[in-house]
């Protein structure tokens, strides 16, 4: 009887500390890293493209994992057409033409690859950089918040109709289809009046529109670009992206669950570039105040900046903040881990510190690691009230200075990472800073 109930503890135990492990940013019981995502890219060899996609597209297509496409200049899906990609199917952008896929209001795109079976869009060139091409532009008729509802891309396109690049309506429950298990790379190319694409553009995109599993690597642009609509991402991740890993704006209502973003302060964009960038408007005239702010609300996130010298690199300003929240813009964040940041997050100047304003902002039961600093509002020289009002108990968030190899499963892995949350091996006691430093 002793030795039965010797086992049951020891079972107790052990499933206890795989809850507690999973309690905090990304989870599950496995690594889903493993498998479909890749972070070596540059590594990886394509055949030589045997299919060219280039104008429109107005009749139902399926792409074949025997071929490899080319995206010559700016391809866009129209006339209600929907693009089917097999699993395994290779897209190879085009460099000298700064390839593009557009799937216009009304039309789908049904990509779903496989874990072992991934769809790869990528560079076409031997030496891939960040903004080899262009990116991948899903658009819908869901809300956004711009004067007239109704938007257009504003990227130097030139489509064969202004419909193929407008966005926005009153469907939230829009369907531009499905992406599951893809991965894009060394998108986000930059344009001389236009600024940069992204990885992944959602525009107006509504919530039966499906999004999971998608790594986007080493974009020149924001990766995960959101512009209104209801969108719910889920199992995505971000690496080493030079803009924002994930972009909201123009009144989205968003959830995001289970992500990823993995920064690095040596390609960050000197400009400004945040794991979470969340506004409602890019100028406040433009925003139409009738229609709903932007609204994200992001459960089990795992954002870490990786530095080879973390305390240096804060010292001489490669680091900067993981969350910039703007004005009008409700963000929920919680069971979250926000590791090796300055600040953690930072609420924009404009933002009244008062009851109502941090109603729209609640942060609990989140991991901050190794921050130097918590919470702050910009340019402020003095965060204690919010740092008193977020650490309070109610909030249930938890504070550390542990490094990446002690706070995370196995992050120095180059092939598959696992950047789980290892909570029985975490170092509360390591000072990367010095309690006395000068917050700034």
């Known amino acids: 009887m002793k030795k039965i109930t010797l086992t049951s503890l020891f079972f107790l135990l052990v499933f206890g500390n795989l809850f507690a492990q999973q309690e905090k940013g990304i989870t599950g019981y496995n690594n889903w890293l493993d498998t479909w995502t890749d972070f070596q890219p540059n590594k990886a060899d394509y055949e030589e493209p045997t299919q060219i996609l280039s104008g429109n597209i107005s009749e139902d297509i399926t792409l074949n994992k025997r071929d490899t496409y080319l995206l010559l200049g700016d391809v866009f899906v129209t006339d209600s057409t929907t693009l089917t990609i097999e699993p395994g199917t290779v897209i190879l952008g085009d460099y000298k033409t700064k390839g593009a896929l557009i799937i216009a209001n009304g039309s789908k795109i049904i990509a779903e690859g496989k874990p072992t079976d991934p769809i790869i869009f990528t560079s076409n060139?031997?030496?891939?950089?960040?903004?080899d091409w262009?990116?991948?532009?899903?658009?819908?008729?869901?809300?956004?918040n711009i004067f007239g509802n109704v938007a257009s891309l504003n990227y130097g396109f030139k489509p064969s109709s202004t419909e193929n690049i407008s966005y926005g309506g009153d469907?939230?429950?829009?369907?531009?289809?499905?992406l599951n298990y893809l991965r894009i790379e060394y998108a986000g190319k930059k344009t001389k009046d236009f600024g940069n694409f992204s990885g992944l553009t959602l525009a107006g995109v509504g919530k039966k529109t499906a999004i999971s599993n998608i790594m986007i690597s080493y974009s020149e642009g924001n990766s995960f670009n959101v512009l209104g609509g209801e969108v719910n991402l889920t199992k995505t991740v971000s690496?080493?992206?030079?803009?924002?890993?994930?972009?909201?704006?123009?009144?989205t209502q968003s959830s995001i669950e289970n992500a990823l973003a993995i920064r690095s302060p040596y390609i960050s964009s000197p400009d400004g570039s945040r794991c979470i960038s969340a506004s409602s408007y890019d100028i406040i005239e433009n925003a139409d105040t009738t229609k709903k702010e932007t609204f994200v609300n992001a459960e089990n996130l795992t954002l870490v900046n990786i530095s080879n010298d973390l305390k240096s690199d804060i010292q001489v300003g490669l680091v900067?903040?993981?969350?910039?929240?703007?004005p009008d813009v409700s963000l929920n964040l919680n069971r979250s881990?926000?590791?090796g940041f300055k600040p953690a997050i930072i609420l924009d100047?404009?933002?009244?510190?008062?009851n109502e304003s941090l109603e729209k902002v609640k942060i609990t039961n989140s991991y901050f690691n190794n921050c130097k600093g918590n919470i702050f509002k910009k340019y402020a020289t003095n965060n204690d009230d919010l740092e008193s009002w977020y650490?309070?108990?109610?909030?249930?968030?938890?504070?550390?200075?542990g490094p990446d190899k002690e706070t995370f499963i196995d992050s120095d892995n180059s092939r598959t990472p696992d950047f789980r949350l290892r909570i029985n091996k975490i170092i509360a006691s390591n000072d990367y800073f010095d309690d006395d430093d000068e917050e700034e």
């Open 171 to 178: 469907n939230t429950e829009s369907n531009s289809g499905k």
């Open 349 to 354: 100047e404009n933002i009244d510190i008062n």
């Open 134 to 144: 262009g990116g991948l532009f899903l658009l819908g008729n869901a809300p956004i």
């Open 337 to 339: 881990v926000i590791s």
């Open 391 to 401: 650490g309070s108990r109610a909030f249930d968030n938890v504070y550390s200075k």
């Open 320 to 326: 900067q903040e993981a969350i910039l929240i703007g």
């Open 239 to 251: 690496y080493r992206s030079n803009k924002n890993d994930y972009n909201f704006n123009y009144g």
């Open 125 to 131: 060139r031997s030496d891939k950089k960040p903004g």
